[in-house]
């Protein structure tokens, strides 16, 4: 017999681990080589401005959240406030994000495996898949624990290196590149080398480098003491990625100038090798694969707890609301791994130019999603303000930064036609809300027959 609820098995540790797993990868470790290319040390100034907005996103779904203990993810919240429709659309959305995320880390993994054994990258990507699938079937806490080793991996990486950097500003030290400084921040063309269009053409890789931050809303369903662990995670996390990106990214430009990195290869590895670390390949290949496991395993928690949610929605079929012995969803689980193993079975069809455009549909989707979460805040606000004057956890500065925050996506968005990489994705995505669209509407009319 199906358990009726989600068990509530998570510790704050895990719920804010889980955020930080689920943003700290692929866009630090292996796309802020092309955001540092395209913008220059002005990309310091991208990773802050879009982090505050996520902030402000968060703090606006955390109140939403609390509003309601019966909340289990924003499509609940986009439900009630802007309807049926918005809901069906975003959560369905929202799973095609993650499914495309965990489509491209899956597909990294078998490539970093390849780095030491000369095997075929679908067999070391499907093996992986297999055993995350299996950690996740069994218990939600088991995930819990999973990821939190994931992110600690990445989040000793990022502080070893801050701290090898601080230590070589101090001493002075000189690696093959020159002088470790503070000056190699604007002494190679300034700080804005290829002027503001260059720094604005960075955003869409920046924005792609915070998705996954509003997991802890899904995660929300599954805390131990929600009231306490949703606050204390909303308000640490957003600050901390601040500085693991905005920290690292200095050190990265004080030991190597900007014009020394190349948008190939991970500036991590390229920072280790500068400082005379010889098995800095290795050391960052084995991060960066934990780093893809960690973002493929947050993928999947994060689509089969949409399906679920879903599912008990009536906007998807009804056996995936099924949850296992151990309160786990595993029919959604099972549905979206055989969907992410497409894309690892797939591998060597992949063309090069896969990375770009899952990350920018990603990011167009995302936001998408934060944009709906800020709409359902101002109609919350607006249509429930006894609910709003009760609020222990109010969102700042609303709601003048809602609208702000969301003239700026409607920005990155624009910014995205004016380069060549982004532009088919930004096309092409559009036929995703359309599809979304006409099956709502087919749906609902055969409801009503």
Request: glycine letters at 6%; proline letters at 4%; charged letters at 10%.
């Given at each position: 017999?199906?358990?009726?609820?989600?068990?509530?098995?998570?510790?704050?540790?895990?719920?804010?681990?889980?955020?930080?797993?689920?943003?700290?990868?692929?866009?630090?470790?292996?796309?802020?080589?092309?955001?540092?290319?395209?913008?220059?040390?002005?990309?310091?100034?991208?990773?802050?401005?879009?982090?505050?907005?996520?902030?402000?996103?968060?703090?606006?779904?955390?109140?939403?959240?609390?509003?309601?203990?019966?909340?289990?993810?924003?499509?609940?919240?986009?439900?009630?406030?802007?309807?049926?429709?918005?809901?069906?659309?975003?959560?369905?959305?929202?799973?095609?994000?993650?499914?495309?995320?965990?489509?491209?880390?899956?597909?990294a993994?078998?490539?970093?495996?390849?780095?030491?054994?000369?095997?075929?990258?679908w067999?070391?990507?499907?093996?992986?898949?297999?055993?995350?699938?299996?950690?996740?079937?069994?218990?939600?806490?088991?995930?819990?624990?999973?990821?939190?080793?994931f992110?600690?991996?990445?989040?000793?990486?990022?502080?070893?290196?801050?701290?090898?950097?601080?230590?070589?500003?101090?001493?002075?030290?000189?690696?093959?590149?020159?002088?470790?400084?503070?000056?190699?921040?604007?002494?190679?063309?300034?700080?804005?080398?290829?002027?503001?269009?260059?720094?604005?053409?960075?955003?869409?890789m920046?924005?792609?480098?915070?998705?996954?931050?509003?997991?802890?809303?899904?995660?929300?369903?599954?805390?131990?003491?929600?009231?306490?662990?949703?606050?204390?995670?909303?308000?640490?996390?957003?600050?901390?990625?601040?500085?693991?990106?905005?920290?690292?990214?200095?050190?990265?430009?004080?030991?190597?100038?900007?014009?020394?990195?190349?948008?190939?290869?991970?500036?991590?590895?390229?920072?280790?090798?500068?400082?005379?670390?010889?098995?800095?390949?290795?050391?960052?290949?084995?991060?960066?694969?934990?780093?893809?496991a960690?973002?493929?395993?947050?993928?999947?928690?994060?689509?089969?707890?949409?399906?679920?949610?879903?599912?008990?929605?009536?906007?998807?079929?009804?056996?995936?609301?099924?949850?296992?012995?151990?309160?786990v969803?595993?029919?959604?689980?099972?549905?979206?791994?055989?969907?992410?193993?497409?894309?690892?079975?797939?591998?060597?069809?992949?063309p090069?130019?896969?990375?770009?455009?899952?990350?920018?549909?990603?990011?167009?989707?995302?936001?998408?999603?934060?944009?709906?979460?800020?709409?359902?805040?101002?109609?919350?606000?607006?249509?429930?303000?006894?609910?709003?004057?009760?609020?222990?956890?109010?969102?700042?500065?609303?709601?003048?930064?809602n609208y702000?925050?969301?003239?700026?996506?409607?920005v990155?968005?624009?910014?995205?036609?004016?380069?060549?990489e982004?532009?088919?994705?930004?096309?092409?995505?559009?036929?995703?809300?359309?599809?979304?669209?006409?099956?709502?509407?087919?749906?609902?009319?055969?409801?009503?027959?």
């Amino acid at each position: 017999m199906a358990q009726k609820e989600l068990k509530r098995d998570l510790a704050n540790r895990h719920v804010q681990l889980i955020a930080i797993g689920g943003t700290i990868g692929t866009g630090l470790f292996l796309g802020s080589g092309k955001a540092i290319q395209l913008a220059g040390p002005s990309i310091i100034f991208a990773y802050l401005i879009v982090g505050i907005a996520v902030f402000f996103v968060m703090r606006a779904l955390g109140e939403l959240l609390l509003s309601k203990t019966s909340y289990q993810s924003f499509t609940d919240i986009a439900e009630d406030y802007l309807g049926p429709r918005a809901a069906f659309v975003t959560g369905w959305t929202y799973w095609f994000c993650w499914i495309m995320i965990a489509m491209a880390d899956i597909i990294a993994v078998g490539l970093y495996v390849q780095y030491w054994f000369d095997i075929p990258q679908w067999i070391p990507a499907i093996i992986c898949l297999i055993i995350l699938l299996g950690f996740n079937l069994l218990t939600v806490k088991l995930f819990g624990e999973l990821e939190f080793w994931f992110a600690l991996i990445k989040v000793i990486t990022i502080l070893i290196l801050i701290v090898v950097g601080i230590v070589l500003l101090v001493i002075g030290f000189k690696t093959d590149t020159g002088m470790v400084t503070v000056k190699n921040l604007w002494q190679h063309g300034g700080l804005f080398p290829h002027g503001i269009s260059g720094f604005l053409l960075s955003f869409q890789m920046v924005l792609f480098a915070f998705v996954g931050v509003e997991l802890v809303g899904v995660s929300a369903a599954e805390t131990s003491n929600p009231r306490k662990n949703i606050p204390s995670a909303i308000n640490k996390i957003p600050l901390r990625i601040l500085f693991f990106y905005v920290g690292s990214i200095i050190v990265l430009l004080c030991i190597n100038p900007w014009t020394e990195l190349n948008s190939a290869e991970s500036p991590f590895v390229k920072t280790f090798s500068s400082v005379g670390i010889p098995i800095a390949a290795g050391i960052i290949n084995f991060v960066v694969l934990t780093s893809a496991a960690s973002a493929c395993n947050s993928g999947m928690f994060s689509t089969s707890r949409i399906l679920y949610n879903l599912s008990k929605s009536d906007q998807a079929p009804s056996h995936l609301a099924n949850l296992n012995k151990n309160h786990v969803p595993g029919n959604a689980l099972l549905i979206s791994t055989l969907v992410v193993s497409i894309g690892a079975l797939l591998s060597k069809l992949i063309p090069e130019q896969a990375f770009v455009i899952v990350s920018t549909i990603s990011a167009i989707c995302f936001i998408w999603v934060w944009g709906v979460i800020l709409v359902s805040h101002l109609r919350y606000k607006k249509t429930c303000p006894q609910l709003h004057a009760k609020s222990t956890f109010k969102a700042p500065l609303t709601p003048f930064i809602n609208y702000v925050i969301l003239t700026l996506f409607a920005v990155i968005l624009i910014i995205m036609l004016f380069a060549k990489e982004t532009r088919s994705a930004l096309m092409l995505t559009p036929l995703w809300f359309i599809l979304l669209f006409t099956m709502y509407s087919y749906r609902t009319k055969r409801k009503a027959k």
